[in-house]
Structure formats: C-alpha cells, structure tokens
C-alpha cells in the first residue's frame, strides 16, 4: 500500500523558515518525480515544487521562486521541502505528491499518489 506521509507543519509568523517533510513508502519511488502542492481556503490546489527523480532539475512556482527549496533524500524516498521568508498569503494546507514515472510535471492531475496534507499557517 502506498502511503506519502507530510509533517513539520505549524503556525509561523510572517518571515519565519519551515521545512516539511514527506516519507514515502509502499512502492520504490526512488525514480519517481515528486513535487509539493498547496490549496488555502477556497481555492484550487495549486503546485508549488517538484523535482526529478535523480534530484536534477527542480521547478518552482513564481510565487515561492528564490524561497523555498525542494530536495529529497539519497533514497529518494523522503521528500523536503525548505520555505524561507514565509508570508501570510502562504498559508495553505500542503500536499505531498509521487509520479509513478521520472518525468516532472507541474499540474496536480499529472499525479498518482497524494499525502493527507498538512496544514502550514503563516500570521503577518
């Protein structure tokens, strides 16, 4: 059974660092493109970070460029996410997501396997 399981999310203050983390488990995701999603109230998951498999070219989402970082481990089946200067506009429940496949893709449908989420919340 394949599980993404995301944690390290809390209440910061606008400004502050966070890093989530996601385990994977259940299949080898070590050649799997995986990536990090956000939905806040309201509104439509939305991507926010993903890298390939070989943690070679990573893309970002304009809003998050230059300050979060997405990486994952040599095993390739932990997956971070580092969000530096965080702010308010931030707060969103956020996903982990797994690729059955290397190539990375940046919209949610492209995506086979899906954490709970976890919810960051970012005060000003």
């Known amino acids: 059974q394949v599980q993404l399981v995301e944690s390290g999310g809390k209440l910061v203050q606008a400004g502050d660092s966070l890093r989530l983390s996601c385990i994977a488990s259940g299949r080898n995701f070590s050649r799997a493109a995986m990536g990090w999603f956000r939905q806040a109230p309201g509104n439509q998951r939305t991507f926010v970070a993903a890298?390939?498999?070989?943690?070679?070219?990573?893309f970002y989402a304009d809003s998050v460029k230059g300050r979060f970082t997405i990486s994952r481990d040599n095993a390739g089946n932990t997956l971070y996410l580092q969000m530096n200067s965080l702010k308010p506009e931030g707060t969103a429940v956020y996903y982990c997501a797994a690729r059955k496949i290397p190539n990375v893709l940046i919209t949610a449908r492209d995506y086979d396997y899906w954490g709970q989420g976890i919810q960051v919340t970012v005060s000003s």
């Open positions: 890298t390939a498999w070989d943690s070679g070219p990573t």
